[in-house]
């Protein structure tokens, strides 16, 4: 669909939609459990419903009705041949789940959709030939092979946290002490104290060692009852209006939650300084909404943007190619971005969202300012389906095409 945003200001109470970081991993910790859990307050977007799809065919039972997941866990007695699982564009279902999948089943497919299967797997693909297991790279998809053990894990850190994580989901379920070495700065840590955090409420330990992490073998996950907080990386969009002459109120976020993009707050409350300069190495999906709000508020420079190159769009190119459109013009070095102190102009033709989410939901921001055309904004259903139908809400004037 094509939104024509009109300028509007936005004012009001809007819950936080549920976090998709946390909603993920408590879907796989509740698959990994022998028993029956309830997951309160589940998001139904596009990421989550394809973790849910697949954690079905890894054989948990799973029933949604409303916003409320029960999960009977996967028997592990017998281990499957092979299997064929459809992440859609979800990078985190992919990552996730490839280790466990080779404790599972002896072949598994992955495919996808959109970018996904060009996003960088050689994390894994570096340690699995070290352990004798396999990832193969095909034109539409991806195939492992082979059986994980326990043992000694030397893993890049500043690729992707979520190799981490989907090592941590596995490794406490197999035979034998596990240690993770890493051998490189690990970047996205907040992500990985998310995960460590969700693990324990499943009664599974990880200990962080000088140097990474130390997982016993032969843990067993335990059912719970639990509630996914709200999600600090969508709060970031909607609290963006309050620098544009908005009043807008985000509720249901825990000030003590692990989610780094909770420091998104502390970002805006700088924007208005001189010269202002952020670092997103560990919370790269601020990246685009952080460069719409320095557009807004006279500029920034903003480091760490290297792995911006690798998510659902090159999404520092992709935000330097349509913010062209509104008369502002980026620079983008290996490691940084930089946001020039010029006024936006309403766009000159349709601004193309690229497939991606924040992409989307950041130029809705801007929008809202100068008015403007957003192509496929349907993109939003990635991580929050209800974004427009809930800044409607708070007033954003705007009109489907």
Known sequence: MN???VPSKARGEMQAPASKSYAHRLLICAALSQGTSVIENIGTNDDILATVSCLKELGAEIVINGTTATVRGIDFTHKKEK??????ESGSTLRFL??????ISQEVEFTGKGRLLSRPQSVYEELFKEKGCCLEKCENSLFASGELKSGT???RGDVSSQFLTGLLFTLPLLEGDSEIVLITKLESAPYVDITIDVLSKFGVNVIKTEYGFFIKGSQK???CNITTEGDWSNAAFLDAFNLVGGSVTVKGLNSDSFQGDKIYREFYGNLSCDNPQF???D???LGPVLITCAVLKHGALIKGTNRLKIKESDRGQAMAQELRKFGVHIEIGDDFIKIPDVVPQKPTAVIDCCNDHRIAMSFAVLCSVTGGVLKDAECVNKSYPDFFKDIKNLGIQYKII
């Open 3 to 5: 939104v024509s945003v």
């Open 83 to 88: 299997l064929s699982l459809f992440c859609n």
């Open 98 to 103: 490839i280790p466990l999948c080779l404790v």
């Open 153 to 155: 894990y030397k893993v």
């Open 221 to 223: 996950y335990k059912p």
């Open 279 to 281: 670092d997103i190495s």
């Open 283 to 285: 919370c790269p999906d």
